[in-house]
Nanobody, 115 residues
Framework: QVQLVESGGGLVQPGGSLRLSCAASGSIFSIYDMDWYRQAPGKQRELVAAITSGGFTNYADSMKGRFTISRDNAKNTVYLQMNSLKPEDTAVYYC?????????WGQGTQVTVSS
């Protein structure tokens, strides 16, 4: 069992930056592949970025060059650094863990990009 708690969301102006954090507890964090998803109002949840247990990363095309996913296994935490934010990045951002066919979700954190 894994519990995930996101933090770091908020209101930011276009062009600004935010760093989201996802703290994990309850299991061996380092073995899990971790992802960030987001869901905007009226839209389906979409993958933002992923990082495997081995540290390999992958990004949705629209986030490449702007977002960076990383993990600190010693702190049981995965991060999402978001730069050059756009109004279309406004969404609830969710942390997701998966391994051995089991998946876990956090409660989400709201990111609003607006002037």
């Amino acid at each position: 069992q894994v519990q995930l708690v996101e933090s770091g969301g908020g209101l930011v102006q276009p062009g600004g930056s935010l760093r989201l954090s996802c703290a994990a507890s309850g299991s061996i964090f380092s073995i899990y592949d971790m992802d960030w998803y987001r869901q905007a109002p009226g839209k389906q949840r979409e993958l933002v970025a992923a990082i495997t247990s081995g540290g390999f990363t992958n990004y949705a095309d629209s986030m490449k060059g702007r977002f960076t996913i990383s993990r600190d296994n010693a702190k049981n935490t995965v991060y999402l650094q978001m730069n050059s934010l756009k109004p279309e990045d406004t969404a609830v951002y969710y942390c997701h863990a998966q391994k051995y066919g089991k998946t876990y979700w956090g409660q989400g954190t709201q990111v609003t990009v607006s002037s």
